[in-house]
């Protein structure tokens, strides 16, 4: 069966690399591996690092050794989007490249140091990203390209482990999630084009967290206890509790697991957030030397824990082979875990996330760093109805002249039809409930309201 996919993805243009990769996984399948890791446990002390050992001992002059790489692959589709996410407006006029080209250009300019940016595009968000950056030429004056295409695996039927056919070629393939990167920076050239440029730390993080910010601490301290990996995590709270944790095997070593890759029998201690403390904020930081050992010493191959992610594409049931990046810090000995504040973890993955970042409750400073308001020690939680507000289009147009003042708020509920009109402030705890469709302006709100 192999066969058919090795040769539909020669007929695509994949590289060998990329090939031998899927055949790695595709064989594991077959075998009835499912991707489960169990019998895991919490990590130890010496295996974390606290965000306060780092302070005051940043240096900028690891700058011009820092290379920063953006995921930049999703559409949005889960908030309504049909284009590259990073593209939609975020704080004011400025969307997610806004901010990230900006944040760059500001360290090249008040630094010196020629910071490389790249982003790991998709075949849907290349073009776009590409097209909309051009308004800043001096992004373009670095040594290394601005982006570069995530690659793509065949899907697999359910029955028989067979391609998947179907009519929109598209559909035959799926994003073999972003534990590809590593496959693609070696097999495009760009591991060893940044290493031969002087390149020794990546800082890889999701284009859509905006807490995601250079800090050149981080490349110090891994410098100077030689460490080849580092994956910043956050406390889990009641709201992580379904993501993937921190933990470790039997061997002491690191892992990433996700609740795709737990046995069911272990879901309740999955979600058990005393026990299993922290999750991944999927900011990574990476030694490109260390990288490139593996590689050689691997045979040229970054295998990552499996997740067969199951799917049901056109009725056919279907499997996607994916990675998760963050699993890589199983692969390096002496990895480390960074406990950082919650302030580097500001992720837009749903309208709800949205809204609170387009409301006075954050603001960019002059870093173009998005930051809590000032005197503020913790983001307003916001709940929104999603049969009203869960696309952009359907938030937008309840929020078209303007949004509410969060700054003071700790809680913003809403369940209903609600639009809102200029000067509205939330205090504490709001909860607005509404049976017909309402629209609240130029009101203090508090507590619980009924319409």
Same mark, same amino acid.
């Given at each position: 069966?192999?066969?058919?996919?090795?040769?539909?993805?020669?007929?695509?243009?994949?590289?060998?690399?990329?090939?031998?990769?899927?055949?790695?996984?595709?064989?594991?399948?077959?075998?009835?591996?499912?991707?489960?890791?169990?019998?895991?446990?919490?990590?130890?002390?010496?295996?974390?690092?606290?965000?306060?050992?780092?302070?005051?001992?940043?240096?900028?002059?690891?700058?011009?050794?820092?290379?920063?790489?953006?995921?930049?692959?999703?559409?949005?589709?889960?908030?309504?989007?049909?284009?590259?996410?990073?593209?939609?407006?975020?704080?004011?006029?400025?969307?997610?490249?806004?901010?990230?080209?900006?944040?760059?250009?500001?360290?090249?300019?008040?630094?010196?140091?020629?910071?490389?940016?790249?982003?790991?595009?998709?075949?849907?968000?290349?073009?776009?990203?590409?097209?909309?950056?051009?308004?800043?030429? %001096?992004?373009?004056?670095?040594?290394?390209?601005?982006?570069?295409?995530?690659?793509?695996?065949?899907?697999?039927?359910?029955?028989?482990?067979?391609?998947?056919?179907?009519?929109?070629?598209?559909?035959?393939?799926?994003?073999?999630?972003?534990?590809?990167?590593?496959?693609?920076?070696?097999?495009?050239?760009?591991?060893?084009?940044?290493?031969?440029?002087?390149?020794?730390?990546?800082?890889?993080?999701?284009?859509?967290?905006?807490?995601?910010?250079?800090?050149?601490?981080?490349?110090?301290?891994?410098?100077?206890?030689?460490?080849?990996?580092?994956?910043?995590?956050?406390?889990?709270?009641?709201?992580?509790?379904?993501?993937?944790?921190?933990?470790?095997?039997?061997?002491?070593?690191?892992?990433?697991?996700?609740?795709?890759?737990?046995?069911?029998?272990?879901?309740?201690?999955?979600?058990?957030?005393?026990?299993?403390?922290?999750?991944?904020?999927?900011?990574?930081?990476?030694?490109?030397?260390?990288?490139?050992?593996?590689?050689?010493?691997?045979?040229?191959?970054?295998?990552?824990?499996?997740?067969?992610?199951?799917?049901?594409? %056109?009725?056919?049931?279907?499997?996607?082979?994916?990675?998760?990046?963050?699993?890589?810090?199983?692969?390096?000995?002496?990895?480390?875990?960074?406990?950082?504040?919650?302030?580097?973890?500001?992720?837009?993955?749903?309208?709800? %996330?949205?809204?609170?970042?387009?409301?006075?409750?954050?603001?960019?400073?002059?870093?173009?760093?998005?930051?809590?308001?000032?005197?503020?020690?913790?983001?307003?939680?916001?709940?929104?109805?999603?049969?009203?507000?869960?696309?952009?289009?359907?938030?937008?147009?309840?929020?078209?002249?303007?949004?509410?003042?969060?700054?003071?708020?700790?809680?913003?509920?809403?369940?209903?039809?609600?639009?809102?009109?200029?000067?509205?402030?939330?205090?504490?705890?709001?909860?607005?409930?509404?049976?017909?469709?309402?629209?609240?302006?130029?009101?203090?709100?508090?507590?619980?309201?009924?319409?």
């Amino acid at each position: 069966m192999l066969n058919l996919f090795v040769k539909a993805m020669k007929a695509e243009g994949l590289s060998q690399m990329v090939i031998r990769t899927f055949s790695a996984y595709y064989e594991a399948l077959v075998k009835g591996e499912s991707g489960k890791i169990s019998g895991v446990q919490a990590p130890g002390a010496e295996q974390l690092i606290g965000y306060e050992q780092l302070m005051g001992k940043e240096r900028n002059d690891l700058l011009k050794s820092i290379a920063v790489i953006k995921l930049n692959g999703g559409l949005g589709t889960s908030m309504g989007l049909s284009q590259a996410k990073s593209l939609l407006p975020v704080k004011g006029n400025m969307n997610f490249l806004d901010i990230i080209t900006r944040q760059i250009l500001t360290l090249r300019s008040a630094l010196g140091y020629p910071v490389q940016l790249m982003f790991m595009n998709s075949f849907a968000t290349e073009e776009d990203t590409i097209k909309y950056l051009a308004k800043y030429p %001096d992004l373009f004056k670095q040594d290394l390209p601005l982006s570069f295409v995530q690659n793509k695996f065949p899907r697999i039927t359910q029955d028989g482990f067979l391609p998947f056919e179907h009519p929109d070629k598209q559909q035959r393939w799926n994003p073999p999630g972003h534990g590809d990167i590593f496959t693609a920076l070696s097999e495009k050239g760009i591991l060893d084009g940044l290493i031969a440029t002087g390149y020794r730390y990546a800082f890889v993080s999701n284009a859509d967290n905006l807490g995601a910010s250079v800090d050149t601490a981080i490349a110090a301290y891994m410098e100077e206890h030689n460490i080849p990996f580092v994956m910043e995590v956050c406390k889990r709270t009641e709201m992580d509790k379904k993501g993937g944790h921190l933990a470790v095997d039997s061997s002491d070593q690191l892992l990433l697991r996700e609740i795709a890759q737990c046995p069911p029998s272990e879901l309740d201690d999955f979600q058990n957030i005393d026990k299993f403390s922290y999750f991944n904020t999927n900011n990574l930081w990476i030694d490109l030397k260390a990288l490139e050992w593996h590689l050689i010493t691997n045979d040229n191959l970054m295998l990552l824990p499996l997740i067969v992610n199951p799917k049901t594409v %056109d009725g056919t049931p279907v499997f996607q082979l994916e990675t998760a990046m963050g699993a890589a810090i199983s692969s390096f000995t002496g990895a480390k875990a960074l406990v950082v504040p919650r302030e580097r973890f500001a992720p837009v993955k749903k309208t709800t %996330d949205l809204l609170a970042i387009w409301s006075d409750a954050y603001e960019l400073n002059d870093q173009y760093q998005i930051q809590l308001k000032r005197g503020l020690s913790s983001a307003p939680l916001v709940e929104l109805d999603a049969t009203y507000y869960d696309t952009i289009d359907k938030l937008s147009s309840r929020f078209k002249d303007g949004v509410p003042s969060l700054m003071a708020c700790k809680e913003l509920r809403i369940k209903g039809d609600v639009s809102f009109g200029a000067d509205v402030i939330c205090d504490g705890r709001v909860s607005i409930t509404a049976e017909t469709p309402t629209r609240i302006t130029n009101r203090l709100l508090a507590g619980e309201l009924r319409y």
